[in-house]
């Protein structure tokens, strides 16, 4: 059954179709990290990971080798060996490094053997969570979570099933992005003053600040994914 609502009347959303070239095929967006590059093993070695944060702090704040020397006192050539995973700093180079790069002296060694963590779930063995608007006939299973990670972002995929009809059906609104993938069944999904009618296989990508959640139960059982994303800060 539809939700009733005194907002204005949504509208149907069409499916933007992905950009083409001008022989009819899709334009591919070339991706901006290379999922096959392997980082190198010696980051093993605390000279060579301290060195790698701090190029990466440096290179972050935009300068370069000659003023960071400026900035630390510290000589270019002294600078091109830590970099370089050459020579091991003293504490006091350390602290004259947090300084002028403003992170914590801490910060250089996070890569060195830094657990890297893992979560693997077995099918239905996924964790029952209730969310606002949980009820009779509405399941949220949690696949998975890593709270602290090197990321900065911290992501919760749910396995969403539906299995009764509702009157009314809160929406949500949060920070961060979230992406929807049907499974089974049929709804239509409101997003802001836009409605989806969507089927398996059809996904929805969005900026979950805008009001969200399903507008209208089509046709159930219904499940689909629903993976949420935002920035660490902002988790708990």
Do not use: W
């Not at 919760?156 to 609104?173: G, K």
């Amino acid at each position: 059954m539809a939700k009733k609502s005194s907002d204005p009347k949504p509208r149907v959303a069409a499916a933007k179709p992905l950009p083409k070239a001008g022989d009819g095929r899709a334009i591919r967006t070339p991706l901006t990290q290379n999922p096959h590059a392997i980082r190198d093993t010696r980051e093993k070695v605390l000279e060579v990971a301290i060195g790698r944060e701090v190029r990466a702090f440096r290179k972050k704040l935009g300068i370069t080798v000659a003023d960071l020397a400026v900035a630390t006192d510290i000589s270019l050539g002294m600078l091109s060996k830590i970099e370089n995973g050459i020579t091991s700093p003293s504490l006091t180079t350390l602290q004259a490094l947090s300084r002028a790069l403003g992170v914590p002296v801490t910060a250089f060694f996070r890569r060195f053997e830094e657990e890297r963590s893992a979560v693997f779930v077995k099918a239905g063995e996924g964790l029952d969570v209730e969310r606002r608007g949980t009820r009779a006939g509405h399941q949220y299973n949690l696949l998975g979570h890593i709270g602290s990670n090197t990321s900065g972002v911290v992501v919760e995929p749910y396995l969403i099933t539906l299995t009764e009809d509702s009157d009314v059906f809160p929406t949500f609104q949060h920070e961060g992005m979230e992406f929807l993938y049907m499974l089974e069944g049929e709804v239509v999904y409101r997003h802001g003053s836009n409605l989806y009618p969507m089927k398996p296989g059809d996904s929805l990508f969005f900026d979950a600040d805008a009001p969200h959640g399903p507008e209208q139960l089509t046709r159930l059982p219904m499940r689909y994914l629903s993976i949420i994303c935002y920035p660490q800060s902002s988790a708990g």
